[in-house]
């Protein structure tokens, strides 16, 4: 009876387990701008249908930034195992270059400037824009022209022509289990395409795309703590149990 019992303990905590293990989120950006290369730090494009990587036709950089907040969507304490965050490019280039995703530094913001013309050549940036001198438009600056962000990317992928793009990596579930862990420190992702390249730039939708299934989207796999400890715990027990030879018999 304690065997059978053991039995189903385990069966009821490993199917608890897989359940918990499944969890998962899909989040929308908080922010996404673009970084336009001036001398000046005088275009943005915070609440503009695109955001941009890579160089225009003249070799005029352009970067991406979009920040989503992890620490409102996913409970504290949760460990995140996968992570997965997807891009529509509506670039009219086909060529393929790569686009990298890499941790930014500083906090920075989305003001209400919106360019014209499919966005390439950016706007007046209004105050609280990040442009390409500024975190926030008109005063606070970034430490280096073009954004601070980290060396290494985290995460990488190949870009062609239109249609949709996952970036994924070990790296990008490490950031994203900072950035839950220490909500301060989470600042986004900068998108970094070929930079030494005419026509290379790359179009994404924004969040204010007006088609939804075009937004920008994080998936996040996570398990939550508690049911994590429980489940190793559960499945321990009723092991032990199932191991542990039984009483022996009683003589009357």
């Known amino acids: 009876m304690a065997a059978r019992l053991g039995v189903a303990v385990i069966v009821i905590a490993s199917a608890a387990c897989s359940a918990i293990a499944d969890l998962s989120a899909t989040l929308a950006p908080m922010a996404d701008t673009t970084l336009y290369q001036s ?48 891009l529509t490019n509506s670039a009219a280039n086909v060529s393929p270059h790569a686009v990298r995703l890499h941790r930014v530094l500083a906090s920075w913001g989305e003001g209400a400037s919106v360019a014209g013309s499919g966005g390439g050549g950016g706007a007046a940036a209004l105050p609280g824009d990040a442009t390409w001198l500024h975190r926030f ?25 239109p249609g949709v793009y996952s970036w994924l990596g070990s790296d990008l579930v490490a ?14 992702w900068m998108l970094l395409g070929n930079e030494a390249a005419a026509n290379s730039a790359k179009r994404f939708s924004s969040r204010e795309d007006p088609v939804e299934a075009s937004r920008p989207r994080l998936i996040v796999t996570y398990i939550p703590t508690p049911g994590s400890a429980w489940c190793a715990i559960a499945v321990a027990l009723a092991a032990h149990r199932r191991r542990r030879p039984p009483a022996p018999a009683t003589t009357p």
Request: net charge negative; hydrophobic share 50%; proline share 5%.
């Open 39 to 86: 001398g000046t730090g005088a275009l943005g494009n915070g609440a503009g249908e695109a955001f941009f990587a890579g160089a225009n036709s003249g070799m005029a950089v352009r970067r991406g930034l979009i920040r989503f907040d992890i620490a409102a969507a996913i409970p504290a304490g949760a460990t995140i195992t996968a992570v997965e965050l997807v």
């Open 137 to 161: 438009a008109p005063g606070v600056i970034w430490t280096a022209a073009g954004g601070d962000f980290a060396t290494d990317p985290s995460a990488q992928t190949i870009v062609a022509g």
């Open 175 to 188: 950031d994203a289990q900072a950035f839950l862990d220490t909500p301060a420190s989470n600042f986004g």
